[in-house]
C-alpha cells in the first residue's frame, strides 16, 4: 500500500512527460506540394542506356527522360498511340517504308536541338550495341549492315524507316513505342563515346552531375544506387509543363516501412506492398489505393523433353490442375487477376476466355488418356518469392489429388534464369513482361520458335527463347505468328492472334495464370500517375499533388 | 637482438595476414564461380541470344580460364582496385566508400547502445543472482536475442515514428536535407557536425536512433548475457571470498577485483559482436532501408557480382583482422601475465 502511495506521483509525471511529448511531436509532416516522393525497391536500377537496359523500373523511370517518336499522352488515361517526335508520317503503299515528319523546335536537356539525324543515330546505337532490345530490330530486317541505308535522316526534319519486308503498321508502330527507341542526344553522346561504344558507358552510369541526353519532360539530378534517385522537371519541355517540379525515389526495400511512410505522409506512393499492408492504406483515412493492371503475365512451363511433359494430354492435365479461382481470392488477392491469354489485358487481340479450370476429374481423365493413371512424379523449379512460392505449394496438393507427386524447388531468379536456358527444369513457375504494347511481344516469345520454322537447321540452339528452352518447335504456330506480323487489317490481325492463342492452348507446354496487378498506396491528394500494361504508358510526367483542405 | 626479433616478428605477422587474405579472397572467388549463378545474364538480361551472350561474358573478362581470371583479380586486388560492379555500374571502390561509412555509422552506435546497457544488465543479473531481477533481465534479453529482426524493427517504427513522431523514418536523413550536407567522411553524424548544421544534425540523429536502438537491443542483449556468465565464474572463485573476508565491500569486490578479471573475455565479446555489426546487419539495413554494406553485399551475391562481393569481404576482413589487433593490444592492457 505504502509502495503504490510513493510510487504515485512518479506515475503522473512519467504520464505528463508523454502527453507533453506527443503534444511535442511534429505535426503530420507532409511532403512539399510540388515535390512527389515515392517509396519504392529500387536496386534493381543500374544500367541507364535505354539501349541496353532490359530493367523495367529502369525503362519505365527512361520513358520521362527519353522521347520517342511515337507513344501515349501521360495527361489522359488509356489515350491511343499518336506522333511525340514525330508530327506526322506517311507509309508507301507497299508498307515498306515510313517517312516520319520530325517537330520543329524540340530541344534535348542540353540545349541542342532534336533533328532526324539524333533519331537515325538511335537506331543506329541500338542495332550497334547488340544487346537484348537490338533482338527487336532484326526482327524487322535491320541489321548491322542495312542500318545506315534502312534508319535514315534526310535534312532535319524527315526521318525515314525502311524495311526489307511489308509489316503490320500497328506492329512497326507499337513497337516504336518502347522505351529503348528513347531518342537520344547524338552530339552529347559522340562527345562522350569511349572507342566506339556510342557513349553507353556514359550514359550507363549517372551520377546527375553529367548532363541529360533525353528531350523528355524531367531529367536526373541525383542518383545513388540502391538509395535515392531525384529527377528535376524540364521546364523547357515542348508539350505541357508537368505539375511536379520533383520526383524523389527513396529506396525503401520492406513493405511494412513504406506502408509507415504513407501513412505518416513523408512518402506519397509505394509500390511495392503486401496485401495486408494494401487493405490497410485503403480504409486509412488521407491514403487510397490504386490498382492497375500491369505488363507482367504469371505462367508455367513444362518441359516437353522430359517424360511424361512430350504429351500434350499430361502438360493439359497440370493446367486443370491449378486453383485459378481459389487463388484469385486468396494469395493473389490484390496482386493479380486470372488470366490465361499470354497478350495481357489492354493491347490488342488479348482474349477474357479461361480455358482451363480446376477440375480434378478431368486432369484424372487426361492423364488416364496418356496412359498415366498411375501417376508420376517430377521436379517444379519456382523462384522464392510471394505468390509463386504459395502457388507452387497449392499445386502440389492439388496434384496429389490425381497420383502426381510434385517436388518444389525454390531458388533466386538468378540461379533458375540459367537453368532454363540450359533446359535443365521439368517445369517451373516464372513470369514474363510484355517490352511494348503489341501481340507480337508476346506471342513471339510463347508461340514461336525459331527451330520450328520452314528451313531452319535441325539442332541449332537458341537460348533466348522460351519455346527452345521447353523444346517446343511448333511450325504451324510459328509460322501464323510470323504471318500475324504481316497484317495490316487491323481487325483481321486481332483475329489471327484470337486464332493462335485458341490453337497455342490446346498444344502449348505453357499455362498462363494471372496478369499482374500492381497496387500503388498513395497518399489521397495524389492524381493521375499513369501505370500501364504496355510500358511506354506509363508515366509521372503529369502527376499532380491537389490541395488539401 | 631484440630489434632482429621485433622485425622478424613484424615480417612475420604481414606474411601471416597476407596468407589469410589470400585464402580468404581465393574461397570468395571459387564460391563465386562455381554458383550456380551466371554473371553474364545478371549484368545484360535473361533473352540473350548466344552471340550476345559469348560477347557480354567477354567484356567482363568471364570467357578466361579460372586461375587466368584469379590472376588478373589478385593483380588488380593488390593496386586496390576492385573492378567494377555490373550491378551499380560504379567501381566497387566508390560503391564501398558509401555503404560502408552508412554501416559503420550504424553499427558504431548499436554497439555503444549495447554495451552501456548489456553489461550493466549483466553485472547487475550475476550479483543478483536468482533474485526476481535476474528473472526479469533474463526474460529482456532472451526477447532481445529472439525476436525477429524485422518485427521489432517495424515495432520501433510504428510507435516512435508513425504514433509517437519522436524519431523520423526509414533512410538516413529526409528529403529536405537531401544534398545539404558535403560529404567528407561518410558518416553523416559526422559530417553534420563538421558543416555545423544543426537541423541536419538533429534529422539525421532521428534517422539513426532507431535502427541502432534495434540493433543495440540485440547486441546488448548478447553481451549482458555473456557479461553475467563472466561474472558469475569470478563471483565463484576463491579470492571474492577473501576479498569479503578483508571486509570489500559488494561494491568494491564486483568493480575492483570480479570485473577486470572479466576484461579479457569481455573484449574479446564485444570485438566480435562489433565485427558482426560492422559486417552490416542485412534485414536491420533492409527494414530501415539503411543504405549499409549489409544490402549492398547480399544484392551482389544474389546476383554474382563477383567483384562487388570481393570488395566487400575484403573490407569486412580488415575489419575483423584491426579488430583482432586493437583488442590484442587492450589485452596486453588488463592482462598483466601477457605483457
Known sequence: MDAIKRFKPKFYAWGAACALAMLLAPAQAATPRDTLVIAREISAIADWDPAVSQILDTQEINSDMYERLVGYDPRKAGSPLAGIIAESWVMTPDGKQFTFRIRKGVKFHSGNPLTAEDVAYTFKRIISLDREPSTNLRQIGITKENVDNFARAFGDDLFVLSLPDAYATTYILNLLTSAYFGIVDKKLLEANAQGGDYGSKWLSRRTGQEPSAGSGPYRITNFRASDTLILERNDAYWRFKSPLRRVIFRHIPESGAQRLLIERGDADMAFNLTAQDIEALQVKPGTKVELFPSRRVLYAGFNTMVKPFDDPRAVKAMKHLMDYQLWEKTLMRHQGTVHQSFIPNGIMGSLKDHPFKYDVARAKELLAEAGLSQGFSFKLNVVNRRPEIDMATSFQASAALAGVKVEVVMMPPSQLIPMYRDRKVDALMLSFYTPYGDPHATANKFAYSPGGMPGAKPGESYPSELTWRLGWTPTDLSVKVIAATKESDPKKRTALYADIQRQYWESSPFAQTFQAVQAIGMRGNVENYRYGSKGGDTSFAFTSKKNLP | ?339
Not at chain 2, 587474405?21 to 541470344?49: E, S
Not at chain 2, 552471340?51 to 570467357?63: H, M, S
Open chain 2, 1 to 339: 637482438m631484440n630489434q632482429a626479433a621485433s622485425r622478424v616478428g613484424g615480417w612475420k605477422l604481414v606474411g601471416d595476414l597476407g596468407f589469410t587474405f589470400m585464402g580468404l579472397l581465393a574461397a570468395t572467388f571459387l564460391i563465386g564461380r562455381i554458383m550456380p549463378i551466371d554473371p553474364v545474364l545478371a549484368a545484360a538480361g535473361a533473352d540473350l541470344t548466344t552471340a550476345q551472350y559469348a560477347r557480354v561474358a567477354a567484356e567482363l573478362g568471364l570467357d578466361q580460364p579460372l586461375l587466368v581470371q584469379f590472376g588478373r583479380f589478385v593483380l588488380r586486388l593488390v593496386q586496390f582496385d576492385f573492378g567494377q560492379s555490373f550491378l551499380s555500374g560504379n567501381p566497387v571502390s566508390v560503391d564501398i566508400a558509401r555503404v560502408f561509412p552508412a554501416t559503420v555509422e550504424l553499427a558504431t552506435l548499436g554497439i555503444l547502445i549495447g554495451a552501456t546497457i548489456g553489461i550493466p544488465a549483466g553485472i547487475v543479473a550475476a550479483v543478483m543472482r536468482g533474485t526476481w531481477v535476474d528473472a526479469v533481465l533474463r526474460c529482456i534479453t532472451l526477447i532481445g536475442y529472439s525476436m525477429p529482426v524485422f518485427w521489432k524493427g517495424l515495432m520501433l517504427m510504428l510507435v516512435f515514428y508513425v504514433m509517437l513522431g519522436w524519431a523520423e523514418g526509414p533512410g538516413r536523413q529526409s528529403i529536405a536535407f537531401e544534398g545539404q550536407v558535403p560529404t567528407v567522411t561518410g558518416l553523416l553524424l559526422v559530417d553534420c557536425l563538421l558543416q555545423g548544421d544543426w537541423d541536419a544534425l538533429r534529422d539525421a540523429w532521428g534517422h539513426v536512433v532507431l535502427p541502432a536502438v534495434s540493433l543495440g537491443y540485440g547486441a546488448g542483449a548478447y553481451l549482458a548475457r555473456m557479461t553475467r556468465s563472466f561474472m558469475l565464474e569470478q563471483l565463484s572463485q576463491e579470492y571474492m571470498i577473501t576479498a569479503s573476508v578483508k571486509g570489500a565491500s559488494t561494491t568494491r569486490m564486483v568493480l575492483r577485483h570480479a570485473l577486470p578479471n572479466c576484461g579479457v573475455q569481455l573484449i574479446t565479446t564485444f570485438a566480435l559482436t562489433y565485427g558482426l555489426l560492422l559486417e552490416g546487419a542485412v534485414l536491420t539495413e533492409t527494414v530501415f532501408a539503411w543504405p549499409g554494406l549489409g544490402q549492398y553485399m547480399t544484392k551482389a551475391m544474389f546476383n554474382a557480382d563477383m567483384n562487388a562481393v570481393i570488395g566487400g569481404t575484403f573490407v569486412i576482413g580488415m575489419v575483423f583482422v584491426i579488430l583482432n589487433q586493437l583488442s590484442d593490444l587492450a589485452y596486453r592492457r588488463l592482462d598483466p601475465r601477457s605483457q
